[in-house]
């Protein structure tokens, strides 16, 4: 089945600095990519998703690149607000009709003033 | 706010006992799938419901049980529960069988068992 392999945690940055998370994955079919983030006491709510190879995803300042060709999906944002900080989750899909997401262990990211 | 409630929030119980958990999904959405966040495990797929048919099964427990009603909403039934169960549980749905399609999750069902 599909696995993905996500940056360990915690990240710890300043407000304004360079953000990147890290994720691989693996899959046996053609998944879409998503990542989701987890506020304090929240559900998980979509941040951006990528279709196929080459798309770029992009939300509230994020991007993600689909790139196939090393079946990566990193996570970027150029400067971090301290209303960022949460736990962010790289998930493909099954990359079928069906649509079961398989979730990396999440990362923490907390951002100071 | 996503459109997907689940009740009840927090749910305390001891060990051999049984709970139910409610999700009722977007407006229009057909599909419900149950995910289990722990610390050791973290977010595991259980099971996902398509118009009141099981679609796919992830990992769950023969303990564990769910169904869709004609409504579309779903209930997660968990039976002889053990400490290991202590978890937040999530819904989330979305229009079609699911591929390619964002899922939108419900804030949670938190399960401690004593």
């Known amino acids: 089945g599909n696995s993905v392999t996500q940056m360990e945690g915690p990240v710890t940055l300043s407000e304004e600095a360079f953000l990147t998370i890290n994720c691989t994955y693996t899959?046996?079919?053609?998944?879409?990519l998503f990542w989701y983030v987890q506020y304090p006491g929240e559900g998980l709510q979509l941040l951006l998703k990528?279709?196929?190879?080459?798309d770029k995803g992009s939300n509230k300042g994020f991007e993600a690149t689909y790139r196939k060709e090393t079946t990566s999906f990193h996570l970027e944002k150029g400067s971090v607000q301290v209303s960022d900080s949460a736990v962010y989750f790289c998930?493909?899909?099954?990359?079928?009709?069906?649509?079961?997401?398989?979730f990396g262990r999440g990362t923490q990211l907390t951002v100071w003033p | 706010d996503s459109g997907v409630t689940q009740t009840p929030k927090h749910l305390i119980t001891a060990t051999g006992q049984r709970v139910t958990l409610r999700c009722s999904p977007r407006?229009?959405?057909?599909?419900v799938y149950w995910y289990q966040q722990s610390l050791d495990q973290g977010l595991q797929f259980l099971i996902q419901?398509?118009?009141?048919?099981?679609?796919a099964k992830g990992n769950i427990l023969e303990r564990f049980s769910a169904q869709q009603f004609p409504d579309l909403h779903s209930e997660l039934n968990l039976s002889s529960l053990e400490l290991g169960d202590s978890a937040l549980y999530f819904c989330?749905?979305?229009?079609?069988?699911?591929?390619?399609?964002?899922?939108?999750f419900g804030p949670g069902t938190r399960l401690l068992v004593l």
């Open positions: 407006s229009g959405d057909l599909s």
């Open positions: 419901y398509y118009n009141g048919e099981e679609r």
């Open positions: 989330a749905s979305n229009q079609g069988e699911g591929g390619r399609e964002t899922q939108y």
């Open positions: 899959a046996t079919g053609y998944p879409s």
């Open positions: 998930a493909p899909d099954r990359g079928s009709t069906l649509g079961r997401l398989y």
């Open positions: 990528a279709t196929k190879a080459d």
